[in-house]
């Protein structure tokens, strides 16, 4: 039979059974899929990043503000940022946040020092990392449906309690946060099984871009937690984002399923459209034995982890420093510093579905081959931001130069998922969730280890020769192991990755695995890897 013409929003044949019916056919299943996986993506982060900005009000005002406000009110860098600026508007602006204090006060803040708040928010990462493999492993067993879903409730309902803990004593938010990191770990590999079973080949780079919905949520969550904690108080912040949370999973209950097979409300013709393209064996790999062994000594796997590993580096480089080192150096106060924060991540996502668009037009051309395309994403997504963040240290107060290229290296940061972060799809279909699962573990190490690098480097926040030298390590972490990826990255499915039938094979034994192994039809973009790649 011949292949249908690859068209990412094909155009069904309407049935006549009622207008609602009608109207939902008009919406193909894998646009719902996307909006799900977007929205999904951003929820999580907001809860996940609300009190890196709460804590600013939850916290008691230490003596170093006063040396920080001494600082910036003395620096030559001010003028220079505000010279468009009357004095009226800055009295202005002080007279609000006095007007503020008020609604503040109403609000108990702790008494709790630099090093309680930097074990609140790295213990979110503890669990994080060590979850992902259990994520991969339940997903294998219970599929994306039920996964991803209870891993977003238990979030919510974190965020539901944190103000409570808080009052009870820090240790309580530390486990909830914990608890918190953990279950949020176990959605990058529930989202990746199932996008072997939905998404075409073709269309795997645009669906991609959903998973860019974190960068909207990062960018959101600045300038909506300095309003709620201006106008509501601290509380609020964690009540509203767990109620976000919470009425996500509605819709995620209702909407989402694990194979095509099993929605009720897909047409026949998209139905029979992503069964043309995707291959047999994966839709028949739900729940097949994980070959750890395999993919614990895959270069290709390795290649991705090691390489994503400095794509995370620099991207929390700007993530959980760059407020720090724009309050600090910059001197903006709370609500510059979250629209100037945020603003980068809010546009990425624009930059992530052009970039995966472009890549799916270069593999459906055959401009380039499949590899030689997830690697010049990859190349995109750390080089550029490794050589730009490098300048930001060098270029010290020049302030808005510094700004234009925070935008652009920030924005180039989402070309990984045209690229590495799309690889594990390539490689392994059937167990992208185990293998993300794998390469997460090792590339997410980078969001607890560059804020404790930072911390020893960066004694004096406000030494910008200090801060020059964290830019530096983010640029050479970035640019190296992109090299990496270069040379052992590859697009070719593993051997590993088709279901073994034969339960008498041992799973050392790889080439009676292959030889038992069906013929199935190769899809565009997707080629057989013969040879052992041990």
């Known amino acids: 039979m011949d292949e249908k013409e690859v068209n ?9 059974v009622g207008c609602f019916r009608s109207i939902c056919d008009l919406i193909p299943a894998r646009v719902v899929l996307y909006i ?3 929205s999904g993506f951003l929820v999580s982060f907001v809860m996940r990043n609300d009190i890196n900005f709460a804590l600013v009000a939850m916290v008691e005002d230490s003596a170093t503000n006063a040396n920080s406000t001494d600082h910036c009110s003395s620096s030559s860098l001010m003028s220079s940022l505000m010279s468009n600026r009357s004095d009226s508007m800055l009295g202005s602006v002080n007279d609000t946040e006095l007007e503020d204090l008020p609604v503040m006060i109403g609000d108990v803040k702790f008494d709790w020092d630099s090093t309680v708040q930097a074990i609140i ?18 997903t294998q067993y219970f599929g994306t449906k039920s996964v991803f879903g209870w891993s977003q409730f238990i979030t919510a309902a974190c965020s539901l309690l944190i103000p409570h803990a808080a009052d009870m004593h820090y240790g309580a938010v530390i486990f909830l946060r914990s608890v918190q990191g953990f279950a949020s770990g176990l ?5 990746y ?12 780079s645009r669906f991609m871009s959903s998973f860019q919905g974190f960068s909207i949520g990062i960018g959101l969550t600045y300038p909506l937690c300095g309003f709620i904690i201006a106008n509501f108080g601290w509380r609020q912040v964690f009540y509203t984002t767990g109620s976000i949370g919470m009425l996500w999973c509605v819709f995620w209950y209702l909407l989402a399923y694990n194979t095509p097979q099993e929605h009720p409300r897909i047409t026949p013709e998209e139905l029979e459209y992503i069964e043309l393209n995707v291959s047999e064996d994966i839709k028949n790999g739900q729940g097949m034995r994980v070959p750890w062994r395999r993919i614990f000594t895959s270069m290709p796997v390795w290649a991705i982890g090691l390489t994503t590993f400095g794509r995370i580096w620099v991207h929390y480089t700007f993530i959980m420093s760059g407020p720090e080192y724009m309050q600090k150096i910059f001197c903006f106060d709370i609500q510059q510093n979250g629209l100037l924060s945020g603003a980068p991540f809010l546009c990425s996502y624009l930059s992530s579905v052009l970039f995966c668009y472009i890549a799916d037009i270069l593999m459906d051309r055959k401009t380039l081959s499949l590899t030689n395309v997830r ?10 931001p490794g050589v730009l963040v490098l300048l930001v240290g060098y270029l010290g107060y020049q302030i808005v130069t510094v700004l234009i290229l925070w935008f652009v290296a920030v924005t180039f940061i989402t070309a990984s998922y045209a690229g590495a972060m799309a690889n594990i799809v390539d490689i392994a279909p059937n ?21 404790l690098v930072t911390g020893f480097m960066v004694t004096d926040s406000q030494n910008i020769n200090q801060w020059l030298h964290v830019f530096g390590v983010s640029s050479v972490v970035a640019i190296s192991t992109y090299v990496i990826y270069q040379v052992f990255g590859t697009a070719e499915i593993q051997s590993w990755n088709y279901p073994d039938n034969d339960p008498e094979i041992s799973s050392s034994d790889d080439s009676a695995v292959i030889a038992n192994q069906p013929m199935i039809k190769v899809e565009p973009g997707l080629k057989f890897d013969d040879d052992d790649d041990d």
Request: hydrophobic letters at 50%.
């Open 193 to 204: 099984a199932i996008v072997g079973y939905w998404i075409p080949p073709v269309e795997r």
């Open 121 to 138: 928010k790295s213990s979110f990462y503890w669990c994080y990392v060590l979850s992902q493999v259990v994520g991969g492993v339940a």
């Open 187 to 191: 959605t990058w590999p529930a989202m």
């Open 431 to 451: 167990l992208a969730g185990p293998v993300l699962a794998f390469a997460q573990t090792i590339h997410m190490t980078a969001s607890f280890v560059q804020p």
């Open 8 to 16: 990412f929003l094909p155009k069904p044949k309407i049935p006549e």
């Open 36 to 38: 799900l996986s977007w």
């Open 375 to 384: 690697k010049l994403f990859t190349a995109l997504s750390q080089i550029v």
